[in-house]
């Protein structure tokens, strides 16, 4: 997040997503917002005969209302002033709501579309963003983005407020109205710093990712610090990141209270001004001027809030550039100009195929045949490019050179559903959802008890599920919290076997197990009837003896063991 301050463009766009999000309910916010500031110039405007009456026996509303006894005329308009309060309080009421669900809905639906994002962007994509940003877009610039969305709302509320009952003191005083609306825009836009309030709110997303980074590596490394005592490393680093947002706040927040000053010196200076040059100067009527000097009093909590409303929402605008920026970083892969791929029967085959990362490293040139129900394991150093390849095989990466060829035909765009739906891939870290066993095992396609049992006692974790105090219905925490290494690497082959895959990738999925389990585990994948085809890269070479091909990946190139 590089510090920018805010921009037109930044805040059209804000503006334009706003729109599309509330569609006609923005429409009516408006309007109720218009009808409500003009009800109550209504009932402002009917205070003029009011006071007219108590202060002015002989004014032009008793000429008016000659007729009518002095008390029942008051009582009249008393009445219509409390009729057209009671119709604002209203308006304001179903404002209120309106205004809760346009802000609500544009935040949820900023939230559900980056995740959208998420979900379908191309695995290059997400492998080059950090989780912390993630993270951060997702909790914290999601809640100051709902802040800006808030403060925005309170911007076209206190500026129609303040057309409209700007309208009105201008009509009671043209001059002495007029000049002061004038001066007070003149002083607003002189003092805005709108500017700087946005690049303090660029500084502030930019130290707010550093805190959530800086949370993750602890948590990430937390045990290995503990055992070394180098967790105060990670606590220096996050106290220094706390410290810099506090220092952010700190200047914002006395920008605000200079704001405050300034403006309560000249609010007073204004009333001053208005019973001055309204009694002095122009020798308004007693009840025009009393009535100017309620509208100006009432006008100062719109204009304060109209200011203070800008520079917090110029604060807070940058979260919308924030999760801006990590929906163009997840590159969705090109929709298929033909419809879905059905996948044929037949060989999975590398041919040709070259994937460099930035430094060098990956795949020079790979050539590789699996047959259907054969078992292939790849061997070699780190960083050889033995995932690259099962990324590649999976359809996360795509090769910079050559094909992956499925059943004779080059696996593209539309042929990808409906592969991924053939294959299975369990890495040597499972995801596991933080649900029951059950849920984990079938994430949630349909399946009955037996089959689950079934592959449950294939991987041979059965026995560990049956003492479990819910069974397979049993919850295991986030990510498997209550399972150790092995049994988590267990269900995750449990889930991808009872896919039922045409190939089965399996990067270091084996490597939490003893050597005598792990070989009892392979053994019954291999007796499935139908079996898959088997891809497993790993660096032990103890069981090797099971599978029915053994490759090494050497500097990016495929090879015979030997």
Not at 68 to 96: G, V
Not at 161 to 180: I, M, N
Not at 334 to 351: F, M, N, S, T, Y
């Amino acid at each position: 997040m590089r510090r920018q301050p805010v921009d037109a463009a930044l805040l059209v766009a804000f503006m334009r997503a706003l729109a599309q999000s509330a569609r006609g309910r923005g429409a009516l916010s408006i309007a109720i917002i218009i009808g409500g500031a003009m009800v109550e110039s209504i009932g402002l405007i009917l205070l003029i005969p009011v006071l007219q009456l108590l202060t002015d026996r002989e004014g032009l509303v008793s000429l008016w209302f000659a007729e009518w006894r002095r008390e029942s005329l008051l009582l009249l308009l008393l009445a219509a002033f409390l009729l057209a309060m009671t119709a604002r309080a209203f308006l304001l009421y179903a404002r209120d709501r309106l205004l809760w669900r346009v802000e609500n809905d544009f935040v949820d639906g900023q939230r559900a579309q980056l995740m959208q994002g998420l979900a379908s962007a191309r695995w290059a994509s997400l492998a080059s963003v950090r989780h912390a940003e993630i993270q951060s877009v997702l909790s914290t610039e999601m809640i100051r983005l709902a802040t800006a969305v808030r403060l925005f709302v309170q911007i076209g509320v206190a500026a129609l407020l303040v057309l409209v009952q700007g309208g009105l003191a201008v009509y009671v005083a043209p001059v002495l109205a007029g000049t002061l609306l004038a001066t007070a825009a003149a002083a607003g836009f002189a003092f805005s710093g709108l500017q700087r309030a946005g690049a303090l709110g660029h500084d502030l997303a930019r130290t707010g990712l550093n805190q959530m980074q800086a949370m993750g590596s602890l948590l990430s490394g937390l045990k290995a610090a503990l055992a070394q005592n180098l967790q105060y490393r990670f606590l220096r680093e996050f106290r220094d990141t706390l410290s810099e947002a506090r220092d952010n706040r700190r200047r914002f927040s006395e920008r605000q209270a200079r704001l405050r000053l300034v403006f309560g010196i000249g609010s007073a200076a204004c009333a001053c001004l208005v019973v001055a040059g309204g009694a002095l100067v122009l020798e308004m009527p007693t009840p025009a001027l009393i009535l100017l000097v309620l509208i100006c009093a009432r006008l100062a909590g719109p204009v304060l809030n109209l200011q203070q409303a800008m520079q917090q929402f110029a604060y807070y605008l940058p979260s919308f550039a924030a999760v801006e920026a990590l929906e163009v970083q997840m590159e969705a892969p090109a929709a298929g100009a033909v419809e879905a791929q059905r996948i044929l029967p037949g060989a999975v085959e590398l041919r040709a195929v070259r994937r460099l990362h930035g430094e060098g490293a990956g795949l020079a040139g790979v050539d590789l045949v699996i047959n259907p129900s054969e078992r292939i394991a790849v061997t070699g150093a780190s960083g050889a490019g033995k995932t690259t390849m099962l990324d590649v095989l999976a359809g996360l990466t795509a090769p910079d050179r050559g094909a992956v060829v499925v059943g004779g035909a080059t696996l593209d765009v539309a042929a990808l559903p409906a592969w991924r739906d053939s294959v299975a891939y369990v890495v040597q870290e499972p995801y596991l959802f933080r649900d029951s066993v059950r849920a984990n095992v079938t994430a949630d396609a349909p399946c009955d008890d037996a089959a689950i049992w079934s592959v449950l006692e294939l991987v041979g974790v059965d026995t560990l599920v049956r003492r479990l105090e819910g069974g397979i219905d049993t919850l295991i925490g986030e990510g498997g919290a209550v399972l150790s290494g092995g049994e988590r690497q267990r269900l995750a082959l449990a889930r991808a076997i009872l896919r039922r895959p045409r190939l089965l990738m399996l990067d270091e999925a084996t490597n939490a197990l003893d050597l005598p389990s792990e070989r009892r585990l392979l053994q019954h994948l291999f007796a499935l009837d139908p079996s898959p085809a088997v891809l497993m890269v790993t660096h032990r070479r103890e069981n090797l003896d099971l599978f029915d091909r053994v490759l090494e990946m050497r500097e990016g190139r495929l090879l015979p063991l030997g």
